[in-house]
């Protein structure tokens, strides 16, 4: 049974599994910062953490990895496999290297970080997290995002935003294409000003004068048949 | 009135529905959207009688002798599955589509009854979860309001991959009906119109959904029953991959399920009848050997505890009601007969789940028209409602000798068509011939 001792505990996934992993983080009631050896691409690491930890997975992980993370820090020194972070409420997970898809999927707060690429439907259904990617994010990222802030210091492939709620996305490099409803913006002050908070939050040293601001049109707000094509 | 001249012939193929839907179509250029669920005639429950016993069958004493009807759901995996005194559940429908008052006499009326409600798309009220004493929570593609302190209050979590009204299609809710409460529990805008995705996001098929579900129990310690729901199509093919992703409960909606909005056109051309889906579903558990072990939920036209003992005798453990729930409630009474004609409808006709001016206070979000319905008496509506359907199953069941509804088999059924009896699977009455059955 996996059990956290001290303040700097070391849990050997392979050797405890991921079950009592698990309910080691999430049973020990005082603040904690916890390494997980030997992840060997576990799946649902580190998912439904609900209190002040900080978790360090020393290696690549599986899906969903930190899956509705309250609170907790985790950060991935490896890639993460699909819905790295999905519906995350609080806290701050970090990716050093590249993400699968649906990164940061539906997650309703917190920082998700993505050193390195992200996949396909980065960010799908966001719903107020703020993403920051360090590389390249796939297709149909944003989809349907409602809420919260995603951030690409590389280019996004096609149809970024489709059918986007208020999402606000900001990107450095080339956009393959916009989905439906998904329009370029104007960068004013107040939007250079909260890039940069979260390019420092996040640890990356950009510019904000480089990226380009993208959001909802509002036309498909309401459906009517005039805009059934876009459907 | 002016009587029709006999000698007028309406087309069979364009009867008057389908010119004045030709008619409609043309003047507004959209198609119609409306709830309930399908409403064309479908091989049902109606068309399978009850082989009472006699000489070759002894009954069980009506009045006296025991007809047990309680149902354990999730006992495959989950620490702490739910054990309900009635094998009748209520199906998720969602606060935005119901109104608080209606969640609230759901989950009073349900646990009255000693039987589990169901949250929908939308995320958990408090008003549903202070008055439910076994509450499933929906895990839908949109993830509205979705988030793990709920779950871990749920008592059982149920996957969507589908309706019976609608399988293969998202939701819409219209902007009328986007109050700032229903906004802010979906973090989107007031009054615009919410579209609920028909795909999860993060993740494409039954080995995916495995890998969720084992998310989903270490987040919940492995204590909540997991359930898959499923719309009535490839229901056999459906199950096995069910089963086989880790469910706990299969959730089989029949296309006769309601809906709270969804095209006319969508809810009567897809999906089959809850008829055929239940020995399909049945067929793949005992397949796979986890008949009864994988409860299964059959859901879609349920009305009496004649399709309660119907649908456990072809091999359900228990069904779900939704449309005969708000019904029972007191949607279509006859008490908003004025207002129902203002809205160019009458009891027994309203459907009209999608615009949110119920006179029943039922499928609204207007403060005032909710006003009319009382979360207590209506609760109180639907423990009868539930009672009188136990008790019907019971009655048949004790007339068939058998203890316990479970005990009911398809052997204690025949059919009345050709159709009913294809698809149920058992013999049309008073032959031994089941159409399609291997000699």
Same mark, same amino acid.
């Given at each position: 049974?996996?059990?956290?001792?001290?303040?700097?505990?070391?849990?050997?996934?392979?050797?405890?599994?991921?079950?009592?992993?698990?309910?080691?983080?999430?049973?020990?009631?005082?603040?904690?910062?916890?390494?997980?050896?030997?992840?060997?691409?576990?799946?649902?690491?580190?998912?439904?953490?609900?209190?002040?930890?900080?978790?360090?997975?020393?290696?690549?992980?599986?899906?969903?990895?930190?899956?509705?993370?309250?609170?907790?820090?985790?950060?991935?020194?490896?890639?993460?496999?699909?819905?790295?972070?999905?519906?995350?409420?609080?806290?701050?997970?970090?990716?050093?290297?590249?993400?699968?898809?649906?990164?940061?999927?539906?997650?309703?707060?917190?920082?998700?970080?993505?050193?390195?690429?992200?996949?396909?439907?980065?960010?799908?259904?966001?719903?107020?997290?703020?993403?920051?990617?360090?590389?390249?994010?796939?297709?149909?990222?944003?989809?349907?995002?409602?809420?919260?802030?995603?951030?690409?210091?590389?280019?996004?492939?096609?149809?970024?935003?489709?059918?986007?709620?208020?999402?606000?996305?900001?990107?450095?490099?080339?956009?393959?294409?916009?989905?439906?409803?998904?329009?370029?913006?104007?960068?004013?002050?107040?939007?250079?000003?909260?890039?940069?908070?979260?390019?420092?939050?996040?640890?990356?040293?950009?510019?904000?004068?480089?990226?380009?601001?993208?959001?909802?049109?509002?036309?498909?707000?309401?459906?009517?048949?005039?805009?059934?094509?876009?459907? | 009135?002016?009587?029709?001249?006999?000698?007028?012939?309406?087309?069979?193929?364009?009867?008057?529905?389908?010119?004045?839907?030709?008619?409609?179509?043309?003047?507004?250029?959209?198609?119609?959207?409306?709830?309930?669920?399908?409403?064309?005639?479908?091989?049902?429950?109606?068309?399978?009688?009850?082989?009472?016993?006699?000489?070759?069958?002894?009954?069980?004493?009506?009045?006296?002798?025991?007809?047990?009807?309680?149902?354990?759901?999730?006992?495959?995996?989950?620490?702490?599955?739910?054990?309900?005194?009635?094998?009748?559940?209520?199906?998720?429908?969602?606060?935005?589509?119901?109104?608080?008052?209606?969640?609230?006499?759901?989950?009073?009326?349900?646990?009255?009854?000693?039987?589990?409600?169901?949250?929908?798309?939308?995320?958990?009220?408090?008003?549903?979860?202070?008055?439910?004493?076994?509450?499933?929570?929906?895990?839908?593609?949109?993830?509205?309001?979705?988030?793990?302190?709920?779950?871990?209050?749920?008592?059982?979590?149920?996957?969507?991959?589908?309706?019976?009204?609608?399988?293969?299609?998202?939701?819409?809710?219209?902007?009328?009906?986007?109050?700032?409460?229903?906004?802010?529990?979906?973090?989107?805008?007031?009054?615009?119109?919410?579209?609920?995705?028909?795909?999860?996001?993060?993740?494409?098929?039954?080995?995916?959904?495995?890998?969720?579900?084992?998310?989903?129990?270490?987040?919940?310690?492995?204590?909540?029953?997991?359930? +898959?729901?499923? &719309?009535?199509? =490839? #229901?056999?093919? *459906? !199950?096995?991959? $069910?089963?086989?992703? /880790? @469910?706990?409960? %299969?959730?089989?909606?029949?296309?006769?399920?309601?809906?709270?909005?969804?095209?006319?056109?969508?809810?009567?051309?897809?999906?089959?009848?809850?008829?055929?889906?239940?020995?399909?579903?049945?067929?793949?558990?005992?397949?796979?050997?986890?008949?009864?072990?994988?409860?299964? +939920?059959?859901? &879609?036209?349920? =009305? #009496?505890?004649? *399709? !309660?003992?119907? $649908?456990?005798?072809? /091999? @359900?453990?228990? %069904?779900?009601?939704?449309?005969?729930?708000?019904?029972?409630?007191?949607?279509?009474?006859?008490?908003?007969?004025?207002?129902?004609?203002?809205?160019?409808?009458?009891?027994?006709?309203?459907?009209?789940?999608?615009?949110?001016?119920?006179?029943?206070?039922?499928?609204?979000?207007?403060?005032?028209?909710?006003?009319?319905?009382?979360?207590?008496?209506?609760?109180?509506?639907?423990?009868?409602?539930?009672? %009188?359907?136990?008790?019907?199953?019971?009655?048949?069941?004790?007339?068939?000798?058998?203890?316990?509804?479970?005990?009911?088999?398809?052997?204690?059924?025949?059919?009345?068509?050709?159709?009913?009896?294809?698809?149920?699977?058992?013999?049309?009455?008073?032959?031994?011939?089941?159409?399609?059955?291997?000699?």
């Amino acid at each position: 049974m996996a059990a956290i001792v001290s303040e700097r505990t070391v849990l050997d996934v392979a050797e405890s599994g991921t079950r009592a992993v698990n309910s080691a983080l999430m049973a020990a009631d005082v603040p904690a910062a916890v390494t997980l050896a030997n992840p060997r691409g576990a799946h649902a690491l580190a998912c439904g953490l609900d209190r002040d930890i900080a978790v360090t997975v020393e290696g690549h992980v599986g899906y969903y990895c930190a899956g509705m993370n309250q609170h907790a820090t985790v950060t991935i020194d490896g890639s993460a496999g699909v819905g790295v972070a999905e519906n995350m409420m609080s806290g701050t997970v970090r990716v050093r290297g590249d993400a699968s898809q649906s990164a940061g999927a539906t997650a309703h707060g917190g920082l998700l970080v993505i050193e390195g690429n992200a996949g396909a439907r980065c960010g799908i259904s966001m719903k107020g997290v703020d993403i920051v990617v360090g590389g390249n994010i796939g297709h149909m990222s944003a989809f349907m995002g409602q809420a919260g802030r995603l951030v690409v210091l590389g280019d996004a492939g096609e149809a970024l935003g489709d059918s986007l709620y208020e999402a606000r996305i900001y990107v450095r490099g080339k956009v393959a294409s916009l989905g439906a409803d998904c329009v370029r913006k104007p960068m004013r002050p107040e939007h250079l000003t909260e890039l940069r908070d979260l390019l420092t939050t996040a640890g990356f040293d950009a510019d904000p004068a480089d990226f380009t601001r993208y959001g909802s049109a509002r036309h498909l707000y309401h459906f009517h048949v005039d805009n059934a094509a876009a459907y | 009135m002016t009587r029709p001249n006999p000698a007028l012939r309406e087309s069979a193929t364009f009867d008057r529905r389908a010119i004045a839907e030709i008619q409609r179509a043309a003047e507004t250029g959209i198609y119609d959207i409306r709830g309930w669920g399908a409403k064309r005639p479908l091989p049902h429950f109606d068309d399978l009688l009850f082989l009472g016993a006699s000489m070759s069958r002894y009954p069980l004493e009506g009045y006296r002798e025991r007809c047990d009807t309680d149902v354990v759901l999730g006992d495959r995996h989950a620490k702490h599955p739910l054990h309900l005194d009635i094998p009748i559940t209520i199906a998720g429908m969602s606060f935005g589509a119901l109104s608080g008052q209606a969640k609230e006499a759901l989950g009073r009326g349900a646990s009255l009854a000693g039987t589990s409600t169901t949250t929908g798309d939308g995320g958990m009220t408090t008003e549903e979860r202070g008055q439910s004493k076994h509450l499933v929570y929906q895990y839908l593609p949109s993830r509205y309001g979705m988030n793990p302190d709920d779950l871990r209050k749920a008592d059982a979590i149920e996957i969507v991959l589908g309706q019976g009204a609608k399988p293969g299609g998202g939701g819409m809710l219209l902007g009328q009906k986007i109050s700032a409460r229903v906004a802010g529990m979906r973090t989107l805008p007031e009054g615009i119109d919410q579209r609920s995705a028909c795909r999860h996001p993060d993740w494409t098929g039954p080995d995916d959904l495995a890998i969720k579900i084992l998310e989903l129990r270490e987040i919940t310690q492995w204590e909540k029953p997991i359930y +898959i729901k499923i &719309g009535a199509t =490839r #229901t056999y093919y *459906d !199950v096995k991959l $069910a089963v086989k992703a /880790g @469910a706990d409960v %299969v959730v089989v909606d029949g296309m006769q399920g309601g809906t709270a909005a969804t095209q006319d056109v969508f809810i009567e051309n897809v999906g089959i009848p809850t008829l055929a889906a239940i020995p399909q579903a049945v067929q793949a558990l005992q397949e796979l050997g986890v008949h009864r072990k994988v409860q299964l +939920i059959i859901s &879609g036209g349920i =009305r #009496t505890g004649a *399709d !309660v003992a119907k $649908a456990m005798a072809l /091999g @359900a453990d228990a %069904v779900a009601i939704g449309t005969a729930a708000l019904i029972a409630l007191g949607d279509n009474s006859p008490r908003f007969a004025a207002q129902y004609e203002a809205l160019g409808s009458a009891p027994g006709f309203y459907d009209d789940f999608q615009d949110g001016r119920d006179p029943a206070g039922i499928s609204t979000q207007d403060p005032e028209l909710a006003k009319n319905l009382d979360p207590v008496e209506g609760g109180r509506r639907l423990a009868n409602y539930l009672r %009188v359907l136990t008790m019907e199953a019971q009655t048949l069941a004790r007339a068939c000798g058998k203890s316990h509804l479970h005990n009911l088999e398809p052997e204690d059924l025949v059919a009345l068509t050709v159709e009913a009896a294809a698809m149920a699977r058992v013999p049309l009455a008073g032959t031994t011939w089941i159409p399609g059955a291997l000699a």
